[in-house]
């Protein structure tokens, strides 16, 4: 098991959509291994595997509370089949863009469309924050990153911030 480095703008990597999993081997196994540990470890409630450089069409998430049991959830080539009417919006951050927070809208419940870490489809119908999260990782397997959601100027706002803050930390 191996913590990854998570990517930052301006990794081309970030924006560019991820490939559909073949074959759901051991690779892809100890890929989501290594996902969870360096989700757990940020911390972070959800991690698409291009945040960890490998463009493949692999997420992880858990959104259960500090003192709550743990539920861990692998989706391979997740899509979304159905999405509520009903909106929601939550303050919404990503490990790949640190240090910024801001309100996203999205359909308050999905069905997600998957294959498990068995290789078997499966159908799920997220709402609350699991619905937010899970629509956050499916649109890093397609290139978008929260920001894409908010108007031009926050958007270059904020990746002027993030990429100026870790031209400082490599300097320093
Ligand atoms: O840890 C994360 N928290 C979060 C909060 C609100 C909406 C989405 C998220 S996902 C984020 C981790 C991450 O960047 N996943 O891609
Ligand atoms: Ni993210």
Same mark, same amino acid.
């Given at each position: 098991m191996a913590i990854r480095k998570i990517i930052t703008p301006p990794d081309p990597l970030l924006k560019k959509p991820s490939m559909l999993v073949a074959e759901v081997d051991d690779t892809i196994r100890e890929l989501v291994r290594d996902m969870f540990e360096t989700m757990y470890d940020a911390p972070g409630i959800g991690l698409a595997a291009v945040q960890v450089g490998v463009p493949l069409s692999v997420i992880v998430m858990d959104t259960s509370g500090e003192g709550e049991e743990p539920r861990p959830l692998a989706l391979i080539n997740p899509e979304v089949v159905w999405t509520s009417d009903e909106q929601r919006e939550y303050e919404e951050g990503c490990l790949s863009v640190p240090e910024v927070y801001d309100t996203v809208v999205r359909p308050a419940e999905v069905r997600v469309r998957y294959l498990d870490l068995d290789g078997k489809e499966q159908e799920r119908t997220f709402s609350g924050m699991d619905a937010t999260c899970v629509q956050h990782e499916i649109d890093h397997t397609k290139g /978008? *990153?929260? /920001?894409?959601? *908010?108007?031009r100027l926050k958007r270059e706002r904020y990746l002027k911030k993030v990429i100026k803050k870790a031209k400082q930390a490599q300097e320093a």
């Open positions: /978008i *990153l929260f /920001i894409d959601h *908010l108007g």
